[in-house]
């Protein structure tokens, strides 16, 4: 491998550091200590935000975790805390990894550079890798030291401390020369490579050991120091099953080019915290997709503490087949995977701690899920027509490209000057490449276009109504023998079902029902009342209401697979197949108490119960009615 000369580097001044790593089971990471000057932290730490890419880059997912800093937050707060001169300051160490440099960004290997000795005689001879050179006192056994880097090669780049970084950014030179002389900011750096002394368990195929390690540590940092958005949690955690498996449904990295099964990070609102759908382009958002995940998969498995005492072993033993059984159902593992899944489920219960997988166990897991379960999630929102309709129109406008979609975050979600300023570079940036774009023809109107064509009114694109779709489909798919034949092997079967529940869902969304606010019956009435809409017209966000809007769709799924549809009365004596499921949709007990919370809306203050409970039954079957009569019978 070529080593590159010495008369291309850009050493910085040395720093005087303190080694130590945390090895207390199969990771062992690595840190150096050390007391930073003010202005050489200042001047010399990167945020991923300053890098000249990264309003165009197609940033893969595990990169994003860096994309957010609240600027709002580091003006109001941050830099005012710094200006005080009345108040001291401190801030806890940044944590700062050194970084092999790939053009604008970061990434890669670091590449061996041969670089030239500090001058001091008490250091031992360099130790590089790649353009971070580390140099221990002679007989410290290398607990202390030396350091610098080759800015040409190596950037330094926040893991842990974005804000506080930025804060001293943002001062600038406004504190006396002379105080920050006198400054220093307490810094651990890290340099993830096995050169310095960092050791991995096995990692999964494909995986880049440097952005694994500092995902890891970024998340656990910000989970134990301070909650960190819900959306950002979910794309970083490598450890939980049902999030492991959300990042197989969406693209591995922020571009427009579509991958098989993978909905567009363009389309996926990863940025925001608001969990809604209602504006913008997109489609759905991180946290919908989790719950997803959880309606497929099933709540996240969990086994409680047991005592060494032996009369817990029989508990143990039910508690541990739950989760085979889990397993089983759910990801169809080989025996193979199977045992080696069940050895560490039981190596957590030994050691009576919570059930956590190994890296191989959760590719494997995630891998399992990719096979059985996206192609089949992936047909809701590129089948399923309104979902279609925006996906179709967001890339016809360019939407999906990376800076627009980064245009969108600064604009739109994002707030403050500093976004501003960010939104204006991207745009610049735009110019130079395409010189006839427009920032009102070709962002704001089409996004103005979305609003009204696409979204306004319009149920597919309520958040409780995708929560009930996902819900739905679970439910009925856990049914699906009694909707298709089981003929041919699962998998075409399980297909069949989920064309058979698409065009059912599409067949619903192209009547009036597609909107809030849609009426039937003389005189009118609202329809989704006491379903998806609280009495007041407001749509209901809870969980009730979530269940009520699916066992509807559901309902209108059933009734649709039926050749005949059985009147309201009828149905009351199923006994089997389709019809049963009917009925049990619309006996459960939301949809009952939907009705008659609607009931005591519109009847007088001292209505009986009786009266409640016979007028609720009315808006159940005039609705069942309304249905069987779009069904065409």
């Known amino acids: 491998m070529k080593i590159t000369k010495t008369a291309q580097v850009e050493l910085t001044p040395e720093l005087l550091y303190l080694r130590g790593q945390f090895h207390l089971w199969q990771y062992r990471i690595p840190y150096y200590l050390c007391a930073v000057p003010w202005d050489f932290a200042r001047t010399r730490f990167t945020l991923i935000d300053e890098l000249p890419s990264s309003a165009r880059e197609e940033w893969s997912l595990s990169e994003l975790f860096q994309r957010e800093i609240d600027w709002k937050r580091i003006q109001t707060e941050l830099v005012k805390y710094l200006?005080?001169?009345?108040?001291?300051?401190?801030?806890?160490?940044?944590?700062?990894?050194?970084?092999?440099?790939?053009?604008?960004?970061?990434?890669?290997?670091?590449?061996?550079?041969?670089?030239?000795?500090?001058?001091?005689?008490?250091l031992e001879p360099v130790a590089s890798v790649g353009g971070v050179q580390l140099q221990a006192f002679k007989d410290s056994g290398n607990s202390a030291g030396k350091l610098r880097w080759d800015a040409k090669t190596t950037v330094a780049v926040a893991v842990d401390g974005q804000h506080r970084l930025a804060a001293i950014k943002e001062l600038g030179n406004l504190a006396d020369a002379a105080k920050r002389d006198v400054s220093s900011v307490p810094v651990l750096f890290l340099v993830p490579d096995p050169a310095a002394g960092l050791?991995?368990?096995?990692?999964?195929?494909?995986?880049?050991?440097?952005?694994?390690?500092?995902?890891?540590?970024?998340?656990?940092?910000?989970?134990?120091?301070?909650?960190?958005?819900?959306?950002?949690?979910?794309?970083?955690?490598?450890?939980?099953?049902?999030?492991?498996?959300?990042?197989?449904?969406?693209?591995?990295?922020?571009?427009?080019?579509?991958?098989?099964?993978?909905?567009?990070?363009?389309?996926?609102?990863?940025?925001?915290?608001?969990?809604?759908?209602?504006?913008?382009?997109?489609?759905?958002?991180?946290?919908?997709?989790?719950?997803?995940?959880?309606?497929?998969?099933?709540?996240?498995?969990?086994?409680?503490?047991?005592?060494?005492?032996?009369?817990?072993?029989?508990?143990?033993?039910?508690?541990?087949?739950?989760?085979?059984?889990?397993?089983?159902?759910?990801f169809d593992p080989s025996k193979k995977m199977l045992d080696a899944l069940m050895a560490q489920v039981r190596r957590c219960f030994d050691q009576q701690v919570r059930l956590a997988w190994t890296p191989e166990n959760l590719d494997q897991l995630a891998d399992r899920f990719e096979a059985l379960w996206s192609p089949h999630l992936f047909r809701i929102f590129s089948e399923i027509q309104p979902y279609r309709e925006l996906w179709d129109f967001c890339r016809s406008k360019g939407l999906l490209k990376p800076e627009l979609v980064n245009l969108y975050s600064a604009r739109e979600i994002e707030t403050g000057e500093r976004a501003k300023k960010r939104a204006m570079e991207i745009q610049e940036e735009i110019v130079r490449k395409v010189p006839d774009w427009s920032a009102t023809e070709d962002f704001s109107k089409p996004l103005d276009e979305i609003e009204v064509k696409y979204k306004k009114g319009r149920w597919p694109f309520f958040v409780v109504f995708q929560k009930a779709l996902f819900r739905s489909y679970a439910e009925l798919r856990r049914q699906y023998p009694e909707f298709v034949s089981d003929r041919?092997?699962?998998?075409?079967?399980?297909?069949?079902?989920?064309?058979?529940?698409?065009?059912?869902?599409?067949?619903?969304?192209?009547?009036?029902?597609?909107?809030?606010?849609?009426?039937?019956?003389?005189?009118?009435?609202?329809?989704?009342?006491?379903?998806g809409l609280k009495p007041d017209g407001k749509v209901d966000y809870s969980n009730a209401g979530c269940e009520r809007l699916s066992k509807w769709l559901s309902a209108w799924i059933v009734m649709g697979?039926?050749?005949?549809?059985?009147?309201?009365?009828?149905?009351?004596?199923?006994?089997?197949?389709?019809?049963?499921?009917?009925?049990?949709?619309?006996?459960?007990?939301?949809?009952?108490?939907?009705?008659e919370d609607l009931a005591r809306s519109q009847l007088p203050a001292n209505a009986s119960q009786a009266k409640i409970e016979a007028t609720a039954r009315e808006y159940l079957e005039r609705r069942y009615d309304a249905f069987r009569g779009m069904l065409g019978q």
């Open 488 to 531: 041919g092997g699962n998998g075409p079967a399980l297909e069949r079902f989920t064309t058979l529940w698409i065009k059912g869902v599409n067949r619903l969304l192209a009547t009036d029902l597609c909107l809030q606010d849609a009426t039937f019956s003389r005189p009118a009435q609202a329809f989704w009342k006491g379903i």
């Open 561 to 595: 697979a039926l050749e005949d549809i059985p009147t309201f009365n009828e149905l009351q004596k199923a006994d089997d197949g389709l019809s049963l499921i009917l009925l049990n949709l619309l006996k459960k007990t939301p949809v009952r108490r939907g009705f």
């Open 83 to 122: 200006k005080s001169e009345t108040q001291p300051q401190f801030f806890n160490a940044l944590t700062i990894a050194l970084l092999p440099r790939e053009g604008d960004t970061f990434g890669g290997e670091y590449k061996p550079q041969k670089l030239p000795a500090m001058d001091d005689p008490n």
């Open 199 to 330: 050791s991995l368990p096995p990692q999964p195929k494909g995986t880049d050991p440097i952005k694994a390690t500092l995902r890891r540590i970024f998340i656990d940092l910000n989970k134990h120091a301070k909650d960190i958005p819900q959306a950002r949690e979910i794309l970083l955690d490598d450890q939980d099953v049902h999030r492991v498996c959300v990042r197989r449904l969406v693209a591995d990295r922020l571009t427009e080019k579509e991958q098989e099964n993978r909905i567009p990070l363009g389309l996926v609102d990863w940025m925001s915290e608001d969990n809604k759908i209602d504006t913008g382009p997109f489609v759905t958002t991180v946290l919908l997709l989790e719950a997803l995940a959880i309606e497929v998969l099933g709540k996240r498995i969990a086994h409680g503490e047991f005592d060494d005492d032996e009369e817990w072993a029989d508990g143990i033993e039910q508690e541990i087949e739950k989760i085979q059984s889990w397993l089983t159902d759910k």
